[in-house]
C-alpha cells in the first residue's frame, strides 16, 4: 500500500485537518464542528474514494478506484477506533451492536453524502468499513441496465428478485427500478431496508422508508404490518429467512408489487435458495406460490469497465417468469431454466454471456474481462466468433 499522490491529499493524522479538495473537484458546503470520524468521511467524498475502512494496528485506509490507499500518519488503537465510531452512534445502536457484535446503519452529512456502516468485532476490538454511497439516484442509462429490464415496472402486481453476491450492485438497481416508478407512476411505496441507503423524493409517487432499528425493531415486526399501510409497490430487502420470504409471497399473492434481493449467481440457483428458507415439507407449496406469483429475476454481477468515466458496469442475467418458466418451476426442473433464459431473447431475456458479448459491443468491457467473469467462458469464446450451439437456441416445451 502506498500514499496517494500529494496532489490529491487525503488527509492528516487523527484529529484530521479538514483536507483541501482535489484540483477541479466541486466545492462541498461543509458544515462547522465535525467530529473527527466526519472529518474523515469528508476525505473520503473529496477524494472520490468508495471505502474507508479503520481497524487497531492500522491507518485508515481508503479504496480509490479500486486500490487502497494507506493515508495519515497515526495507527489507531483500539480505543481510538471504538471512540470514532460510537460518537456518530445513537444510544440504541451502541446497545445493539454491544449485544450483537455487528452492526449496519447509515448516516448521512449535509452537503457530502451519505455512508453505508458495518461495525463489526475482529480479534475482540471494534472495526469499521463504510461505504460511500451515490446521494442521487442512477438511471438505467447510467447503469447501462438491460433496455428490457424497464418492463418490470410494468407490473401491478408480483415477485421480482434481484439476485447477486455481496458488493455487485443489487441495491442501486433496485434503487434505479423504484425510481422510474417514482417518476412515471401514481403509487405508493414502502421500503424496509437495513439500513435506508438512497433516499427518495416524492415524484409522482409518494414514498415511505422504514429503517430496521430506527423506525421498526426488526424485518418480521414490519413486514407482518406492511400490507396494512395500503403500499402499491413493497421493497423488502433482504430475504433472510422463510418469515420474510413468506411475508414477501403473501404480500405479491395479495396485489402488491414487491421487490426482494437474494444472495445467488443465477436464475436456478436464485430459485433453490429460496426453496431451501423452507422445511422439505413446506417445500411443494411454496414451489407451487413461487410459480405462479414470480414474475422476474435479475442476476447480476460487477465488472471493472473500460469505457472512460465509466468505473463499473453489471452484467445481467434476466429472466422472465413466462408459461415455460412457471412449468419448469412447477415440475423442480429448474435447470432448464438457462436453457430457456437462452431461448427466449425476443421476450427481452438474456444470460451472463448474452449480456457479457452486449457489454463487449458497447465497448464497455474488454474480452478480458469478460472470459475471466464469465460462468461458462469456453462457451464465450465460440459466442465471441459468431458459434452459437444448438442448445443456445433450444426452445423448451
Known amino acids: 500500500m502506498s500514499d496517494l499522490p500529494s496532489q490529491k491529499p487525503i488527509t492528516q493524522s487523527i484529529p484530521v485537518a479538514q483536507p483541501a479538495a482535489p484540483a477541479g473537484a466541486a466545492e462541498m458546503k461543509i458544515p462547522e464542528n465535525l467530529k473527527e470520524i466526519e472529518k474523515l468521511m469528508v476525505a473520503t467524498a473529496r477524494n472520490k474514494a468508495s471505502d474507508l475502512h479503520l481497524k487497531m494496528g492500522q491507518k485508515p485506509i481508503l479504496r480509490v478506484n479500486t486500490v487502497i490507499h494507506e493515508v495519515g500518519n497515526k495507527v489507531l488503537s483500539a480505543d481510538d477506533v471504538k471512540s470514532l465510531i460510537y460518537a456518530i452512534m445513537t444510544d440504541i445502536q451502541r446497545d445493539r451492536f454491544e449485544t450483537e457484535h455487528d452492526l449496519d446503519f447509515a448516516y448521512s452529512i449535509p452537503g457530502v453524502g451519505r455512508f453505508r456502516i458495518n461495525v463489526f468485532q475482529e480479534r475482540g476490538a471494534v472495526a469499521v468499513a463504510m461505504r460511500r454511497v451515490s446521494t442521487s439516484i442512477p438511471s438505467f442509462a447510467d447503469l447501462n441496465l438491460p433496455p428490457d429490464v424497464k418492463k418490470i415496472t410494468e407490473y401491478e402486481q408480483g415477485l421480482i428478485i434481484v439476485a447477486g453476491p455481496t458488493g455487485s450492485g443489487k441495491s442501486t438497481t433496485l434503487a434505479c427500478i423504484l425510481d422510474f416508478i417514482n417518476a412515471t407512476q401514481k403509487a405508493h411505496m414502502v421500503t424496509i431496508e437495513d439500513p435506508i441507503e438512497y433516499l427518495f423524493t416524492d415524484k409522482k409517487s409518494f414514498v415511505n422508508q422504514r429503517e430496521i432499528g430506527i ?9 407482518k404490518h406492511v400490507v396494512r399501510q395500503d403500499p402499491d409497490v413493497i421493497l423488502v430487502g433482504e430475504m433472510r429467512d422463510y418469515v420474510s420470504f413468506d411475508a414477501a409471497l403473501m404480500a405479491s399473492e395479495t ?8 444472495h445467488a449467481s443465477s436464475a436456478p440457483q436464485c430459485i433453490g435458495r429460496l426453496l431451501d428458507l423452507f422445511p422439505t415439507e413446506r417445500q411443494p407449496l411454496i414451489r407451487q406460490s413461487l410459480a405462479f406469483n414470480l414474475k422476474a429475476i435479475l442476476c447480476q454481477r460487477l465488472l471493472p469497465a473500460s469505457k472512460e468515466g465509466v468505473k463499473m458496469v453489471p452484467a445481467v442475467e434476466v429472466l422472465f417468469n413466462n408459461a415455460t ?12 431454466l438457462s436453457d430457456l433464459i437462452r431461448a427466449s431473447k425476443e421476450e427481452g431475456m438474456q444470460d451472463f454471456n448474452m449480456s457479457l458479448i452486449d457489454l463487449i459491443n458497447k465497448g464497455l468491457i474488454t474480452k478480458k474481462v469478460a472470459l475471466q467473469y464469465s460462468p461458462n467462458p469456453e462457451q464465450l469464446k465460440m459466442n465471441m466468433q459468431g458459434i452459437y450451439l444448438g442448445d443456445d437456441h433450444r426452445i423448451l416445451g
Open 255 to 262: 396485489g402488491h408489487l414487491v421487490f426482494a434481493t437474494i
Open 325 to 336: 418458466a412457471q412449468k419448469l418451476i412447477m415440475n423442480a426442473e429448474d435447470k432448464k
Open 215 to 223: 423506525d421498526v425493531p426488526d424485518f418480521h415486526q414490519a413486514l
